[in-house]
């Protein structure tokens, strides 16, 4: 990265059709009861595209269509998506529905079907229920006001309970480069990546391989730091479309503003990432581990995720219970390298363990700490320079009840 000063200024009531030259729509279709299932995303011109996708071996038919268009064409226009279908594990019949969705996009906007993604999200092994896509594409309608934005979010929800949406901008080259994001994400989440959907919109000029190379980056700091409930899911996927209408210069890690552009896409990727973590299915907390003096930021990142994922760490917070002894069992078997004599552990500002060694402390204070909808754990290892940060949820009673009955 440049020296360049970072310079980034979030933007209230924006969403993902922020930035120039995007437009949007979201409309209930069919596939669900009654709430919004079908949106589209466009670009006036065909975008740089990046992606990462789940690491599930099991994948959803949408993610190989979605999959040619970023690795093969490295350009993508307009992303279809839908909710209450998965489409995975549905064979060839699911291959041609994902083509078949692809291609009913394109002919309505009039653009190549390989410059069309496709997304879907929902219940998996049911075969698609084509006829209301059919129907429902022809009745999309793009616009680029708030409404449309928030469509376009409400659509792709499942379980979600809120729409999770995020802009920033910063200044290129002397030009305003707007990042927006949107995603949903609520239960089968343990990226790499989880059963989410995440879609970034950028104005800024950065060809494909580039905004690859960063968005991997980035992922494995935000979403790949993520855990609700340990399960991969089959459908995940973060997906950056960068159309070049802010006419900046083209960016590289050479460029003289690029670390204003790397610092603001992981910003708005930190935001969805969390946001996901806090909408937990039947979440009330969300929690944040930090990790310092790992060997390795990696490893830092691995012990902040067991520590997060922990079931046992996770109904502690739900009970406002300050069992400590979790959080350093969790530590110990995440598999990083540590020496027990020297960790230090934190529930917000107090302190429980020093190098290794309980320290009084108030349990009513510590109550106090866990009820708040956010809490922070700080583990210290004392072993070298790593750093890194996992984000999570409690798990509570709600989340069985929501999951014992999802097809239903």
């Known amino acids: 990265m440049s020296n360049s000063v970072y310079e980034v200024r979030k933007l209230s009531s924006k969403n993902i059709v922020s930035p120039k030259g995007y437009s949007a729509a979201g409309i209930h279709c069919g596939i669900k009861h009654k709430k919004?299932?079908?949106?589209?995303?466009?670009?006036?011109?065909?975008a740089s595209v990046a992606g990462v996708f789940t690491t599930n071996a099991v994948q959803a038919a949408p993610l190989k269509v979605t999959k040619e268009v970023v690795y093969n064409v490295g350009k993508m226009q307009a992303l279809i998506v839908n909710s209450g279908n998965a489409n995975a594990c549905t064979g060839k019949q699911g291959?041609?529905?994902?083509?078949?969705?692809?291609?009913?996009?394109?002919?309505?906007?009039?653009?190549?079907?390989s410059l069309v993604g496709v997304a879907s999200t929902g219940v998996i092994g049911e075969i698609m229920k084509m006829e209301p896509i059919r129907t429902g594409v022809q009745k999309l309608e793009l616009g680029s006001t708030l409404e449309h934005g928030i469509d376009f979010a409400q659509a792709i929800l499942t379980t979600d309970t809120v729409m999770k949406n995020?802009?920033?901008s910063t200044i290129i080259d002397g030009q305003e480069v707007v990042i927006s994001g949107t995603a949903k994400g609520s239960g089968m989440i343990e990226p790499n990546m989880a059963t989410m959907l995440g879609f970034i919109t950028t104005d800024a000029n950065i060809d494909s391989a580039e905004l690859q190379k960063a968005l991997s980056e980035i992922t494995d700091c935000t979403f790949n730091s993520i855990t609700v409930d340990g399960d991969t899911s089959t459908n995940d996927c973060v997906i950056v479309m960068a159309n070049g209408l802010a006419g900046n210069n083209p960016l590289t890690p050479s460029h003289p503003d690029w670390s204003n552009f790397y610092s603001t896409l992981q910003t708005v990727a930190e935001d969805l990432a969390k946001a996901i973590a806090r909408d937990g299915e039947g979440a009330t907390k969300l929690i944040e581990v930090e990790v310092d003096g790992a060997i390795s930021d990696e490893e830092a990142r691995k012990i902040a995720k067991t520590v997060v994922g922990s079931p046992l760490v996770k109904t502690a917070v739900f009970g406002n219970d300050a069992n400590w002894g979790r959080i350093i069992a969790a530590v110990g078997y995440s598999g990083a390298k540590i020496d027990p004599d020297k960790i230090?552990?934190?529930?917000?500002?107090?302190?429980?363990?020093?190098?290794?060694?309980?320290?009084?402390?108030s349990e009513d204070e510590l109550i106090t700490i866990l009820k708040a909808n956010e809490?922070?754990?700080?583990?210290?290892l004392g072993q070298g320079e790593g750093h890194g940060f996992a984000w999570g949820c409690d798990l509570t009673y709600d989340y069985v009840q929501i999951n014992a009955s999802y097809r239903s």
Do not use: C, H, R
């Open 36 to 46: 919004k299932d079908l949106a589209i995303l466009m670009s006036e011109v065909p």
């Open 344 to 361: 230090s552990i934190k529930i917000g500002p107090a302190l429980m363990v020093e190098n290794g060694e309980p320290v009084p402390f």
């Open 375 to 380: 809490v922070k754990i700080f583990v210290s």
């Open 166 to 168: 995020t802009t920033y």
């Open 95 to 113: 291959v041609l529905d994902a083509y078949e969705m692809q291609k009913l996009a394109a002919d309505k906007f009039g653009i190549e079907p």
